[in-house]
């Protein structure tokens, strides 16, 4: 059984940084990929950023290119999302997803996390 744990996810202020982690279980990093997602309320959820294990290749959206930065730990079976410059618009609730495809498409994902809320706010 597949199971996404998100962490991290908090309140801070517009300019400043968080570091989300997605621990999985059940799902071997070494042979997929692991996305991080966003939804914000009223708002399609939107893909960030994904990571391959088996070489950490990387997608990002255009969005948070340059701000955000995803990274793996195979041996933990974890991937981070480095988050900089945080805006307020940047405020979501952010999930983690699983999947054998390289690709940011939201139907290309397998598994979900429940999900972790960053909130922008002075």
């Known amino acids: 059984q597949v199971q996404l744990v998100e962490s991290g996810g908090d309140l801070v202020q517009p300019g400043g940084s968080l570091r989300l982690s997605c621990a999985a279980s059940g799902f071997t990093l070494d042979f997929g990929a692991i996305a991080w997602f966003r939804q914000a309320p009223g708002k399609a959820r939107e893909g960030l950023a994904l990571?391959?294990?088996?070489?950490?290749?990387?997608l990002y959206a255009d969005s948070v290119q340059g701000r955000f930065t995803i990274s793996r730990d195979n041996a933990k079976n974890t991937v981070y999302l480095q988050m900089n410059s945080l805006k307020t618009e940047d405020t979501a609730v952010y999930y983690c997803?699983?999947?054998?495809?390289?690709?940011?498409?939201?139907?290309?994902?397998?598994?979900w996390g429940q999900g972790t809320q960053v909130t922008v706010s002075s």
């Open positions: 990571i391959r294990g088996r070489d950490s290749g990387a």
């Open positions: 997803a699983a999947s054998y495809s390289y690709s940011l498409n939201i139907n290309s994902m397998n598994y």
